[in-house]
Antibody
Framework: EVQLLESGGGLVQPGGSLRLSCVTS????????MSWVRQGPGKGLEWVSA????????FYAASVKGRFTISRDNSKNTVFLQMSSLRAEDTAVYYC?????????????WGQGTLVAVSS | DIVMTQSPDSLAVSLGERATINCKSS????????????LAWYRQKPGQPPELLIY???TRESGVPDRFSGSGSGTDFTLTISSLQAEDVAVYYC????????FGQGTKVEIK
């Protein structure tokens, strides 16, 4: 059974940093690209970032480029999202998602999400 | 960026009746080299993460009931639920994966 478990969310002040983790199981992690998608309170889905299978290819939404860094550790079946210079508008539930092999670019499994709240 | 616009924002349908959701992209998501539309649909039930329903505009994901169908090409797409069930109360999102990822704003489906 595919499982994705996010952690690391919490309350942080504007300008602060957080590191999200997503531990996975039930599939060959190193074979799949992984993504982060967020959902603001009462809002729709917003893609944040994606990482290729070996971590050398990374992609970011314009809204987070230069502030967020995605990475992965294939030995630990884990993907990370390092978030810095956080803003109030970054407040959201952050979902970790596994991409399909073919086609890539869509998410066939999602975690339950971790809440990030940016407030003073 | 490709902008995805869904309509309507919400709809109420009686149990067993048909629900239709539209999605329009600001530019074509049809890739000419393979003749595939890079368009997916998700369902998000209250308090849960999204779940993939359809990709390539019309291919149902494994395990998805056949009451869900997708159609369309280029810039205009439709998700149809042929016979609405109680468990289909949710927000539905389209997503393009032609150029990065962008989602529609969502369509809320309720029981009439």
């Amino acid at each position: 059974e595919v499982q994705l478990l996010e952690s690391g969310g919490g309350l942080v002040q504007p300008g602060g940093s957080l590191r999200l983790s997503c531990v996975t199981s039930g599939f060959i992690f190193s074979n799949y690209a992984m993504s982060w998608v967020r959902q603001g309170p009462g809002k729709g889905l917003e893609w944040v970032s994606a990482v290729g299978t070996n971590g050398d290819r990374t992609f970011y939404a314009a809204s987070v480029k230069g502030r967020f860094t995605i990475s992965r550790d294939n030995s630990k079946n884990t993907v990370f999202l390092q978030m810095s210079s956080l803003r109030a508008e970054d407040t959201a539930v952050y979902y970790c998602a596994k991409e399909k092999l073919i086609p890539s670019g869509i998410a066939d499994f999602w975690g339950q999400g971790t809440l990030v709240a940016v407030s003073s | 960026d490709i902008v995805m616009t869904q309509s309507p924002d919400s709809l109420a349908v009686s149990l067993g009746e048909r629900a239709t959701i539209n999605c329009k992209s600001s530019q074509s998501v049809l890739y000419s080299s393979n003749n595939k539309n890079y368009l997916a649909w998700y369902r998000q039930k209250p308090g849960q993460p999204p779940e993939l329903l359809i990709y390539w505009a019309s291919t149902r994901e494994s395990g998805v009931p056949d009451r869900f169908s997708g159609s369309g090409s280029g810039t205009d797409f439709t998700l149809t639920i042929s016979s609405l069930q109680a468990e289909d109360v949710a927000v539905y999102y389209c997503q393009q994966y032609y150029d990065s990822w962008t989602f529609g704003q969502g369509t809320k489906v309720e029981i009439k």
